[in-house]
């Protein structure tokens, strides 16, 4: 007599990988799809047929990495954000892959301005990819994280659009603080460039661990 055994539940690891597909589709990339051609028309035509001054490449990639984060920020944007029911699959592992599908994109968005902007720089000119991709991490960490909170209390665009308003007073707030204590060193490798960065790498866990706090499941 042969006797059919259940079959075994995929795990949470299975249920994240299947989700990954109808997930992305489900993503708004309408915004994040915006920044990126804006981000190749600025790298492009900024000084266009000229070589770029380091300054002013500094000032791009600044630019791109923070409305790049703020347009990841719309990935997070879920119907299903306040539901308390029971779900087949929990609501951080959700949000985890609403962070990674447009974080991830952003973040290669950037590499690849960057990449574009390096071969417009004169020769043996300085500009540390690991320092600005520090600053560009924190951008983006708080847009999420700012996101991640908002769709908690309200659904729809305007939870990212909180977001976004987050994020950009963190920039200015940070622009506009005296000269002694400016974490936006307008010249590579130089002054107090190492300083600011040190404070930007210690500063770089805050917004991620604020996303793994906010991602949290509603009933908790």
């Given amino acids: 007599m042969l ?17 990954l597909r109808p997930l992305a589709r489900a993503i708004d990339w309408g915004p994040l799809a915006v920044v990126a051609a804006f981000t190749a028309g600025l ?8 070589t770029l001054a380091g300054g002013d490449a500094l000032v791009l990639m600044r630019v791109c990495g923070t409305l790049l ?3 990841a920020a719309f990935g997070l944007v879920d119907a299903m954000s306040a539901d308390l029911g029971a779900a087949a699959v929990p609501r951080w592992v959700r949000q985890a892959l609403r962070c990674l599908l ?3 994109a952003a973040i290669a968005i950037w ?3 960057f990449s574009y902007v390096l071969t417009r720089l004169p020769e043996g000119a300085l500009f540390p990819v690991g320092d600005l991709l520090v600053e560009m991490g924190v951008c983006l960490g708080i847009a999420l994280a700012a996101a991640a909170t908002a769709v908690r209390l309200a659904p729809g665009r305007q939870a990212a659009m909180a977001a976004v308003v987050v994020q950009l007073a963190m920039v200015l707030g940070t622009i506009l603080l005296p000269q002694q204590v400016r974490l936006w ?12 960065h040190l404070f930007w ?8 661990l604020w996303l793994i706090f906010a991602g949290r499941d509603l009933r908790r």
């Fill in 111 to 113: 590499l690849a301005a």
């Fill in 102 to 104: 447009p974080g991830g």
């Fill in 3 to 19: 006797v059919t055994l259940p079959a075994r539940p995929p795990t949470r690891g299975r249920m994240a990988l299947l989700l």
């Fill in 201 to 208: 790498l210690a500063m770089l866990p805050l917004p991620y």
């Fill in 43 to 50: 790298v492009s035509l900024t000084a266009y047929g000229e």
């Fill in 69 to 71: 984060g703020a347009a």
């Fill in 185 to 196: 060193p307008p010249t590579c490798g130089f002054g107090y460039w190492d300083q600011a």
